[in-house]
C-alpha cells in the first residue's frame, strides 16, 4: 500500500533550523539523503521531494470560469508543508515507523495520510 509522509514546519522548526551552523545544517541534509537512499534501497521509496520556501506558494480559486491566483505565504497558518515522502510499503505501522524517523516528528509536525486508488478504494 502506498503512504503519503507530509513533513510541515512550523515557527519553533524553522527557528531552531536557523540556528544551527552551517555545520549541522549539513550534517541534517545528509541525513535525510541517507534516510532516503535506505528508502530506495529497500523499494519502500516512490518519491521523496523537499518544497521551496512558503513565499513561493500560489493558491488557485476558480471563480465564474476564470482561474485567480492569491501569493503566499499566508498569516493564519502557523505550519507550512515543507515536504513529502510517497512510500510503498506493507503496512501503517511501517509508514508511521518511517515518520518517526524524520526530525520534524519531535519538533514540527508530520503525518502519515495512505493513498486511495481512483474509485475510492484503498490501494
Given at each position: 500500500?502506498?503512504?503519503?509522509?507530509?513533513?510541515?514546519?512550523?515557527?519553533?522548526?524553522?527557528?531552531?533550523?536557523?540556528?544551527?551552523?552551517?555545520?549541522?545544517?549539513?550534517?541534517?541534509?545528509?541525513?535525510?539523503?541517507?534516510?532516503?537512499?535506505?528508502?530506495?534501497?529497500?523499494?519502500e521509496l516512490v518519491v521523496a521531494e523537499a518544497l521551496a520556501d512558503v513565499a513561493t506558494t500560489k493558491r488557485v480559486h476558480l471563480r465564474d470560469g476564470q482561474t485567480l491566483t492569491t501569493d503566499g505565504p499566508f498569516a493564519e497558518a502557523k505550519e507550512h508543508l515543507m515536504g513529502i515522502y510517497l512510500v510503498q510499503c506493507a503496512s501503517l505501522e511501517r509508514a508511521v515507523a518511517i515518520a518517526g524517523r524524520i526530525p520534524e516528528a519531535e519538533y514540527g509536525l508530520v503525518e502519515v495520510r495512505p493513498i486511495m486508488a481512483l474509485g475510492g478504494s484503498d490501494m
Open positions: 500500500m502506498k503512504y503519503l509522509i507530509l513533513i510541515y514546519s512550523n515557527p519553533m522548526s524553522r527557528a531552531l533550523w536557523a540556528g544551527f551552523s552551517p555545520t549541522e545544517q549539513a550534517a541534517g541534509f545528509q541525513y535525510y539523503a541517507a534516510l532516503t537512499e535506505e528508502l530506495a534501497a529497500s523499494g
